[in-house]
């Protein structure tokens, strides 16, 4: 264990601050110093507890997805007293979805603290917001659930949750317009190929059709993201109807 956690603490000696960066981005001097350090350690790094449990951020991350999830729900609980299960939750998964978790992520330079093997370009976009998410179970590790409600009120709801202008926030265009056209009983299709073209990254088309008909068209590294874009553009062909849906 002496091993490991030599490891680990070179980390202070090597980036010279990280005790200082954490300190500022936490708003509190940190205790518990080796559950920020497994935080910011990725999988890559291959390292072991005496027990061969991996020291990594991953179960940090599902502590600290709890978390978010928990202090989210009691703040909509509270806020929107009108509100049933079904738009608390929608609210919820607005709040905590991957696309603004990841924002916070890069709002915070995480990455920057990050011990690994593999160089940074080399992540994908959701380890911004998977550190996050570790850096707020680290948190409740660390202090408990006050503090951690703190941080989350500090860095998400008190400058990130308005709640009218939440209502009107799209997750997901194409889980909305899969809503919409089952509900309008509409037939669908993603007819996603790949696209060679001239780039050096492999690329994917995609034609949307509703009907018998294409209504928009998308291209991206990705089958996913190449479907959410042409989706998003197909929203905002029938904008009038689909934002019922919101």
């Not at 559950?35 to 350690?41: G, L, M, R």
């Not at 709002?107 to 011990?115: F, K, Y």
């Not at 998410?133 to 408990?144: H, T």
């Not at 317009?177 to 050096?200: A, S």
């Amino acid at each position: 264990m002496t091993f490991i956690r030599n490891i680990l603490n070179s980390r202070s000696k090597r980036s010279g601050n990280f005790f200082m960066q954490l300190h500022k981005i936490l708003g509190y001097k940190p205790k518990k110093m080796q559950v920020f350090q497994k935080a910011f350690t990725h999988r890559s790094m291959n390292l072991k507890d005496d027990n061969g449990n991996p020291l990594n951020y991953e179960r940090l991350e599902f502590l600290g997805d709890a978390m978010l999830s928990a202090v989210i729900a009691s703040h909509l609980f509270q806020e929107v007293p009108s509100g049933d299960e079904g738009y608390l939750t929608k609210m919820r998964s607005k709040v905590v979805s991957r696309e603004h978790l990841n924002e916070l992520g890069r709002e915070l330079n995480l990455i920057d603290l990050v011990e690994s093997k593999i160089p940074s370009g080399q992540f994908g976009d959701n380890i911004h917001g998977n550190l996050f998410e570790a850096l707020v179970g680290a948190i409740f590790l660390d202090k408990g659930y006050k503090q951690c409600e703190k941080f989350i009120y500090k860095r998400i709801i008190s400058p990130h949750v308005d709640i009218e202008q939440l209502e009107g926030k799209v997750i997901s265009y194409k889980s909305l317009l899969i809503e919409w056209c089952q509900k309008e009983k509409k037939t669908f299709n993603y007819n996603v190929y790949e696209d060679t073209g001239n780039d050096d990254v492999r690329h994917f088309s995609v034609k949307l059709s509703i009907g018998d008909k294409i209504v928009a068209k998308a291209r991206a590294t990705s089958k996913k993201k190449a479907e959410e874009k042409a989706s998003k553009r197909a929203f905002f062909a029938f904008q009038n109807k689909m934002s019922r849906m919101i």
